[in-house]
C-alpha cells in the first residue's frame, strides 16, 4: 500500500473536531494513522490519590456495591464511588467534574464498602482542594461566605442568634448572663436558631427540657456555626477557625455534657472537636431525652400513623437509630410504621455534605430531589406525619410534599414538635 | 531396600518436598533431575521474586533445597532422564540415561513431579503478535529481566513509560483446548506489576483482565498492594489484539464496564501466559501408563480429597503436572505424596511380614 506523503507534526487525532462551529467529525483522521478511541490518562487518578485524605478513592476494585446504595445515583445522578474511581481512571477531571460537588456525604457507600473506600474523608480533601482554587458552586460559595461574615450559612444577624428564645413562654437561661455552672450546655446549631421552620421544634425542645426540669443554659449571640457541612463541602479553614471559637467559647463555662439539636453539631463536636482540643461529653437531644420521657405526663393523645426518617448524621455517622424510635413510640395513641429504606439503610434527605446549599446546581444533574424520592416513600408506607429529627429536614421534606403533589397526604414534624403537642 | 526407597522424578519445589519428606521421615529417597541443578521452573525460567511473598527466588530455592543436599538418605541423579520403567508397588525398576550412560534405579514407590511448561503465545494463535512484535513478551521474558534488577523495551533498550498485562493468555479457551483457569497469572502479574512499579515508580502500569482470581491471601498481599499501593491500573476486558502504532503498540480491546472501544498506546505489553503439562510429564504418564486428563496433565484419582495418588498402585503425582499449581499447592503435594508412597509401603511391608 502506497503511503501517504504526510508531516508527521500535522497530523491531527480527534475523536471530535468542531471547525468554525461546524463538526467536521468523520473517519477522516482514520487516513493518516490509527485513533485513539479511548484511552487512560490516569494523572487525575494519581492527582486524588496523591490528596492526604483522599488515598482510598484509589483502592476502588469496582465491585458496584455502593451505586445502588448511592442517594444521588438513586435520583438519575450517575453516581457512587465506583464510578467516580472509573472516570478518574479514564481521566476526567473530577476538579472540573459536576461529580465533586454532588456527594452528600450520607456514608451509605461506606458502610458497604469491602475496601473502605472513605467518601466521607476523600470528599473534604478534594473539595477542599477546589475551595482554595475557588472553583466553587455559586451558590455553596454564598454559604461560604454568608457563614464566614455573620457566623451562620443563613447570612442572618449575629446579633439574633438568640432572638428565638423571645417566642417561647419558658425562661432560656443564657450562660453569660446566669453566670453559673449547668448540667447540660445546650448548642443550639444555626438552623435551629434561625430558619422560621426549624426554629418550631427549637421551641418545643426548650419547653420540654423545661418542664423535664433540666438544668440547661445557650451560649446564644455567642455561638457560631458548628460548620460541619462547610468542612464536608471543603471549607476546612472556615471549619478551622470556628472550631477554635466554638471550643474556646465552651470553655470559659462549666457544664457536663453538651446537648445538640443538630445531629451535624453532633458530629462536629463529638469527632471533630476534639482534634482542635474541645473534648466533651456531646449527645444528640433524642439520645438525650429517650431516658427521660417515661416523665412526661402527657395531656393530649396523637391519633397519627407516623413513619420516622433517619438523619445520615445521626444514624449511620454517629450510631444512634433507637432513641428517635423510643420517643416516637411513648407518644400517646402514635402508630408507628417503618420505611423499607431505615435504619442504616436509611434514605439521604439530600442536604448534607453542602447539600443544603446545592439545591439549584444539582437540579442539573438530577431527576428528582432527594427529599423528593423520600417523601414517596413515606407517603407510600400510609403515614400521616413524616417524622424527623434534623434541622435541615423539616424544611427540605415540606418543600418535597408540595413538589410532589402529596399535600393533605402527610406532613413533617420534628419529635421534640410532637413531644410538645403530647404533652401540652 | 527397594521397599523402604522412593523415587522421585523432577527436582523441582514438589519433587525436592517430596525428598526431604520421604528422607527425613527415614526412607531412602533418590530424586532424579533431567538437568544438572535443583528448583525446577523457577529456577530453570529465572523467575525473578517468588508469588505471592516477593521473596528473591534464588534465596527462597536455596532453602528449600538446603536440607536434601547432603542428606544421608537423599540420592540426587542430576543430568538423569527416565525412559523406561517396570515392576509393581514394591519392586520398580526405572531406566534412564545419564549422560550418555545408561542407569537403572531400583524403588518401591515413584513419585512424579515433572512439572508444567509456560504456554507458547505463538502457538495457533498470533493474536497478540508474540513473534513479530519484540515489546510483546509473556510473564517468563518479564521474569528475566526483573531478574536481572531491570526492566526495559525489548526492541530499543529503553525505559517503557507505560506498560500493560493482558491476562487469560492461553488459559480460560476452548478453542485452543485449554478450557481450565492456570491459577497463577493473575496474582503473577500483579506480582511483577509491582516490580515495574518498584523499578519504574513513572510507568503506568495496567492488567487487562476478565476475572481477577486471586484466592485466599493473594487478594491482599499481592492484588490489593499493587492497586493500593503501587497504583496499578486494573481493567475489567482483555485486550483483542495488537497493532503496531509508530514505535508504539496499539492494544485494541473493550473497556466492559464502561462499554466502549479502548485502543490504547503501550511500550511494552505482557502477556499473562498459562500452564500446560510439561513435555516431561506427557512422557512419564506414557512410561508409566498414568490416566492423563484431556489436557495432558497427569490424572489424579482422589477427587479434591486425595491429590497425589494416580491410577497406578505405587505411583504418585504432585505439584504442576496434575494441573495449574502454585508454589503453595507444589509444595503441599510434595509432602503429601511423601506421605502417601511411604504409607503405601509400610502396608506392603506389614502384609508380606
Known amino acids: ?424 | 531396600m527397594t521397599t523402604q526407597t522412593v523415587a522421585i522424578i523432577g527436582g523441582g519445589p514438589a519433587g525436592i518436598e517430596a525428598a526431604k519428606g520421604v528422607a527425613e521421615l527415614g526412607f531412602k529417597a533418590i530424586l532424579i533431575e533431567k538437568r544438572d541443578r535443583l528448583g525446577g521452573t523457577p529456577d530453570e525460567q529465572k523467575y525473578a521474586a517468588l508469588t505471592p511473598d516477593l521473596r528473591d527466588t534464588q534465596t527462597a530455592l536455596r532453602e528449600l533445597i538446603a536440607p536434601i543436599e547432603n542428606h544421608p538418605n537423599v540420592e540426587i541423579m542430576y543430568n538423569t532422564l527416565i525412559t523406561d520403567a517396570e515392576g509393581a508397588l514394591g519392586d520398580f525398576t526405572l531406566k534412564g540415561v545419564q549422560l550418555g550412560k545408561e542407569v537403572e534405579i531400583k524403588a518401591g514407590a515413584v513419585i512424579i513431579a515433572t512439572g508444567f511448561q509456560h504456554f507458547d503465545p505463538g502457538r495457533e494463535t498470533q493474536k497478540y503478535g508474540y513473534y513479530e512484535f519484540d515489546d510483546v513478551i509473556t510473564l517468563t521474558d518479564a521474569e528475566k529481566m526483573l531478574s536481572e534488577g531491570k526492566f526495559v523495551r525489548p526492541s530499543n533498550g529503553e525505559v517503557p513509560k507505560r506498560v500493560c498485562f493482558i491476562q487469560c493468555v492461553g488459559s480460560r479457551d476452548r478453542r485452543l483446548g485449554n478450557e481450565y483457569c492456570s491459577k497463577v497469572c493473575c496474582g503473577i502479574s500483579s506480582k511483577q506489576s509491582i516490580e515495574i512499579k518498584k523499578l519504574i515508580p513513572d510507568c503506568k502500569v495496567f492488567i487487562f483482565y476478565i476475572d481477577m482470581r486471586m484466592y485466599g491471601y493473594w487478594e491482599n498481599e499481592i492484588y490489593w498492594k499493587a492497586q493500593e499501593e503501587y497504583k496499578v491500573n486494573y481493567i475489567k476486558g482483555i485486550a483483542t489484539e495488537i497493532v503496531r502504532k509508530g514505535d508504539k503498540l496499539l492494544v485494541k480491546g473493550e473497556d466492559t464496564t464502561f462499554r466502549r472501544p479502548m485502543e490504547v498506546e503501550m511500550d511494552v505489553v505482557i502477556l499473562a501466559v498459562g500452564m500446560e503439562p510439561s513435555e516431561g510429564t506427557k512422557e512419564m504418564a506414557r512410561i508409566f501408563g498414568l490416566k492423563q486428563n484431556k489436557y495432558g496433565f497427569i490424572e489424579t484419582i482422589g477427587g479434591p480429597l486425595d491429590t497425589v495418588s494416580t491410577n497406578v498402585p505405587g505411583v504418585f503425582a504432585a505439584g504442576a503436572c496434575t494441573g495449574p499449581a502454585d508454589l503453595e499447592d507444589s509444595v503441599s503435594a510434595g509432602g503429601l505424596a511423601a506421605v502417601k508412597a511411604m504409607a503405601a509401603l509400610r502396608k506392603l511391608e506389614a502384609v508380606t511380614a
Open chain 1, 1 to 424: 500500500m502506497a503511503r501517504l506523503n504526510v508531516e508527521k507534526d500535522r497530523i491531527i487525532e480527534k475523536e471530535k473536531v468542531v471547525v468554525d462551529g461546524i463538526e467536521l467529525s468523520r473517519e477522516w483522521n482514520r487516513m493518516f494513522e490509527q485513533r485513539v478511541i479511548f484511552d487512560y490518562d490516569t494523572s487525575m487518578l494519581d492527582k486524588v490519590t496523591s490528596i492526604p485524605g483522599a488515598e482510598s478513592m484509589g483502592w476502588c476494585y469496582q465491585c458496584g456495591q455502593c451505586v445502588p446504595v448511592c442517594p444521588v445515583d438513586t435520583v438519575g445522578g450517575e453516581y457512587g464511588p465506583r464510578k467516580i474511581y472509573r472516570n478518574l481512571q479514564y481521566g476526567i477531571d473530577l476538579f472540573e467534574s459536576p461529580d465533586l460537588w454532588k456527594c452528600t456525604t450520607c456514608m451509605n457507600c461506606l458502610r458497604v464498602c469491602p475496601k473502605d473506600v472513605n467518601m466521607i474523608d476523600i470528599m473534604p480533601a478534594v473539595r477542599a482542594e477546589a475551595v482554595m482554587e475557588g472553583q466553587v458552586p455559586d451558590e455553596l460559595q454564598e454559604a461560604f461566605e454568608n457563614t464566614f461574615e455573620y457566623g451562620n450559612p443563613l447570612g442572618e444577624s449575629p446579633r439574633k442568634r438568640a432572638d428565638w428564645t423571645k417566642e417561647v413562654s419558658v425562661e432560656v437561661p443564657i450562660m453569660k448572663e446566669i453566670n453559673r455552672p449547668v448540667d447540660v450546655l445546650w448548642f443550639v446549631e444555626c438552623y435551629p436558631a434561625y430558619h422560621h421552620r426549624s426554629k418550631d421544634a427549637t421551641k418545643a425542645l426548650a419547653e420540654i427540657l423545661v418542664r423535664l426540669g433540666v438544668d440547661f443554659g445557650i451560649l446564644g449571640v455567642e455561638e457560631k456555626c458548628s460548620c460541619d457541612s462547610q468542612r464536608l463541602a471543603g471549607e476546612v479553614g472556615l471549619f478551622e477557625e470556628f472550631a477554635e471559637h466554638n471550643i474556646k467559647t465552651l470553655k470559659k463555662y462549666k457544664f457536663n455534657k453538651i446537648l445538640t439539636t443538630d445531629p451535624h453539631a453532633l458530629n462536629a463536636l463529638r469527632k471533630e472537636y476534639p482534634k482542635y482540643g474541645g473534648e466533651f461529653e456531646v449527645v444528640h437531644y433524642t439520645t438525650f431525652l429517650a431516658p427521660l420521657i417515661d416523665k412526661i405526663e402527657w395531656k393530649k393523645t396523637l391519633n397519627y400513623k407516623v413513619t420516622f426518617h433517619d438523619p445520615c448524621y445521626l444514624g449511620r455517622h454517629n450510631g444512634e437509630y433507637d432513641a428517635p424510635r423510643k420517643l416516637i413510640e411513648a407518644l400517646p395513641g402514635v402508630e408507628f410504621v417503618e420505611m423499607g429504606r431505615c435504619r442504616e439503610q436509611s434514605y439521604c434527605c439530600g442536604g448534607g455534605g453542602g447539600g443544603m446549599w446545592l439545591d439549584g446546581f444539582m437540579a442539573d444533574h438530577i431527576k428528582e430531589r432527594l427529599s423528593e424520592n423520600r417523601i414517596k416513600e413515606a407517603v407510600a408506607t400510609g403515614a400521616d406525619v413524616l417524622v424527623v429529627c434534623c434541622p435541615y429536614e423539616v424544611s427540605r421534606f415540606e418543600d418535597a410534599v408540595k413538589s410532589t403533589g402529596n399535600e393533605g397526604k402527610i406532613i413533617v414534624r420534628d419529635i421534640a414538635e410532637l413531644i410538645k403537642e403530647a404533652m401540652g
